[in-house]
């Protein structure tokens, strides 16, 4: 069976076609500026075609949704020769709530329980839902599943998941932490056991998804029990533009001292914060600031310093949460290609009884082990998948 997977925002259209038996991935693509005018990148990566791309007007989704089959029934390069070889569709949808604590296939009821949580998320579940329905409009008859980031995270017990607020901001509001990425934070924990060969519900792992967007995790015996991102991917970790925890007072007195209302404060905290603005308005790219590093730029040196330090003290906090660790994982843009940052955090954690070794970490991988055999912790970088992911959970509601 193949499966089309979805992850649909307001303006773009990441999609995959994945063979859900043997796992390969078959054709993926983007299409960008639905509604602005549009672009859309396709490759046929089974046979190799290479990468190409156009600028047809994509006015909105049902558009979006309309070329991506094109491209994948192309006499050229498609993947399929009808819409019958896909057998299911799968959507990344942000969030959940407390509604969803795993995948689904969507119903009518699946869709009104996910626009009732979009409060939550009014960026993103709005966006996801357009893409369900573009997809169940040209594709009537092919089963599509939800896949939500917070419902891996949905195991956290009550002391982890609840803010020291009034009761009736939960009660009333639902507000407590959610926590994001569940999708990677699962499929990379669970290859983590795989590979240290231990059994998943026996085992506790650190999963340190750090991208732009960078969120950790404590998985403890198969189950999430607590997890850096809040309400919003707005907590815990420094990232790109996010400035992570801070102090909630900073608000309004930003907005009395700059003139700001909440909102546009909020602005600031997400899209210029972060590594960028600790770098001085310099890059949120790692790329980047590592080589300003390494030429002695002391802003560029604060934000990587600083975003390895709150790294370190989560790692801190989670191994008191579980009371120990087994494995350390570090997945995603940085934590897969960045020795550097994995090496700063690394420094911290002597205490732990982990050693690494240098060489090791440099190699580059789907998985690479960091730690050396004696080390009381085993480390190392995973390459993540959350299409993947997905796609498996999509076919094992669909099969
Ligand atoms: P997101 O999915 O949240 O957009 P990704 O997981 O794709 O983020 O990570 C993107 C980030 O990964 C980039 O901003 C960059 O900082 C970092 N990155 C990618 N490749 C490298 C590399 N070779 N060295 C250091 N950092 C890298």
């Given at each position: 069976m193949k499966i089309l997977v979805i992850n649909c925002g307001s303006s773009s259209l990441k999609f995959q076609v994945i063979d859900a038996v043997t796992e390969e991935l078959l054709a993926k693509g983007l299409c960008e500026r639905i509604g602005i005018d549009g672009s859309i990148t396709y490759e046929n990566v089974k046979d190799g075609t290479g990468k190409e791309t156009s600028n047809p007007a994509i006015p909105d989704h049902n558009v979006a949704i309309s070329l991506v089959i094109d491209a994948l029934m192309n006499d050229r390069t498609g993947v399929i020769k009808s819409l019958d070889e896909i057998g299911a569709v799968g959507h990344r949808i942000v969030h959940g709530g407390e509604a969803f604590t795993s995948s689904v296939v969507i119903n009518d009821e699946v869709i009104q329980a996910i626009k009732d949580v979009s409060d939550l998320a009014p960026l993103h579940n709005p966006a996801n839902l357009i893409g369900v329905a573009a997809c169940q409009k040209l594709m009537p008859g092919t089963p599509m599943v939800a896949v939500f980031d917070t419902a891996f995270h949905q195991t956290m017990p009550s002391k982890a998941y609840?803010?020291?607020?009034?009761?009736s901001y939960y009660e009333d509001y639902k507000i407590r932490r959610y926590g994001f990425h569940g999708t990677s934070h699962s499929f990379v924990s669970k290859k983590a056991a795989e590979i240290v060969g231990k059994d998943y519900a026996d085992l506790k792992t650190i999963v340190c998804h750090l991208g732009n967007g960078a969120s950790i995790s404590a998985v403890m015996n198969g189950k999430c029990v607590d997890t850096s991102m809040g309400l919003t991917p707005l907590e815990g970790l420094i990232m790109g533009t996010r400035s992570g925890d801070l102090d909630p007072a900073i608000v309004e007195f930003i907005a009395n001292k700059e003139n700001k209302t909440a909102s546009e404060v909020l602005n600031v905290l997400n899209k210029k914060s972060g590594v960028f603005a600790l770098s001085g308005e310099f890059s949120s790219d790692f790329r980047d600031l590592e080589s300003a590093y390494k030429k002695g730029d002391k802003k560029a040196q604060l934000a990587v310093d600083a975003f390895a330090y709150r790294v370190a003290k989560y790692v801190g906090a989670y191994t008191a949460a579980m009371n120990g660790v087994d494995v350390i994982a570090f997945t995603a843009g940085i934590g897969e290609n960045s020795p550097f940052v994995r090496e700063k955090v690394l420094s911290y954690l002597g205490y732990l009884g982990i050693e690494y070794d240098p060489a090791a970490n440099a190699q580059r991988g789907d998985v690479v082990k960091i730690s050396t055999d004696s080390s009381k912790v085993a480390v190392y970088a995973i390459a993540t998948n959350e299409e993947l992911a997905i796609a498996r959970e999509t076919y094992a509601l669909c099969k």
């Open positions: 609840m803010y020291a607020l009034p009761l």
